[in-house]
T-cell receptor, first 113, second 115 residues
Framework: DAEITQSPRHKITETGRQVTLACHQT?????MFWYRQDLGHGLRLIHY???????NKGEVSDGYSVSRSNTEDLPLTLESAASSQTSVYFC????????????FGPGTRLTVT | QQQVKQSPQSLIVQKGGISIINCAYE??????FPWYQQFPGKGPALLIA?????SEKKEGRFTISFNKSAKQFSLHIMDSQPGDSATYFC??????????????FGTGTLLAVQP
């Protein structure tokens, strides 16, 4: 069955370190998204991609970057982790046409100390 | 700028009761309004969705009511069950059926259904 996976599921890192969160989907979806979830803020869009080599900034993109070298993967990089980036991160994917349904991964809980 | 406002933040309902969660939006270009359900430790999953050409959509115990003139939509859970206890997010997007479908989410409602 098609799925979307994230790794690691839990990560503790120190302030200033570079961190990369992985997202892999086997739906063959063109659209992929990264969100962060914080209490009181819901899900906020960090970056998104509509296809290979395409990336776009979302609502809260400062301090984050993504690259899309193939259809299946959209890694999220925190260039220099900050305590304000402690959050739960979700990756999602969707078809390029025909509806707004997004399929979410299980999430990565990141703690920056 | 919060384009989709959701209330209440939390809700406690007795088993068998009706749970109601409300959302309001600002952008009249939105044309797709989904609700996502999230259980602890899991990613959100699509529950039900509506487009503005209808005022109501029902799937089992879950109903979306849509008021285009008021720019509001709500989720009703009939005969609420303890298994419905989860966080619910409303969302909105524009360009349904097109090449892009960026969603704007509400802040979420934590529902607890007491047995």
């Amino acid at each position: 069955d098609a799925e979307i996976t994230q790794s690691p599921r839990h990560k503790i890192t120190e302030t200033g370190r570079q961190v990369t969160l992985a997202c892999h989907q086997t739906w063959n979806h063109n659209n992929m998204f990264w969100y962060r979830q914080d209490l009181g803020h819901g899900l906020r869009l960090i970056h998104y991609s509509y296809g290979v080599h395409d990336t776009n900034k979302g609502e809260v993109s400062d301090g984050y970057s993504v690259s899309r070298s193939n259809t299946e993967d959209l890694p999220l990089t925190l260039e220099s982790a900050a305590s304000s980036q402690t959050s739960v991160y979700f990756c999602a994917s969707s078809l390029n046409r025909g509806g707004g349904r997004q399929y979410f991964g299980p999430g990565t809980r990141l703690t920056v100390t | 700028q919060q384009q989709v406002k959701q209330s209440p933040q939390s809700l406690i309902v007795q088993k068998g009761g009706i749970s109601i969660i409300n959302c309001a939006y600002e952008n009249t270009a939105f044309d797709y309004f989904p609700w996502y359900q999230q259980f602890p430790g899991k990613g959100p999953a699509l529950l039900i969705a509506i487009r503005p050409d209808v005022s109501e959509k029902k799937e089992g115990r879950f109903t979306i009511s849509f008021n285009k003139s008021a720019k509001q939509f709500s989720l009703h859970i009939m005969d609420s069950q303890p298994g419905d206890s989860a966080t619910y997010f409303c969302a909105a997007s524009k360009g349904y059926g097109g090449a892009t479908n960026k969603l704007i989410f509400g802040t979420g409602t934590l529902l607890a259904v007491q047995p």
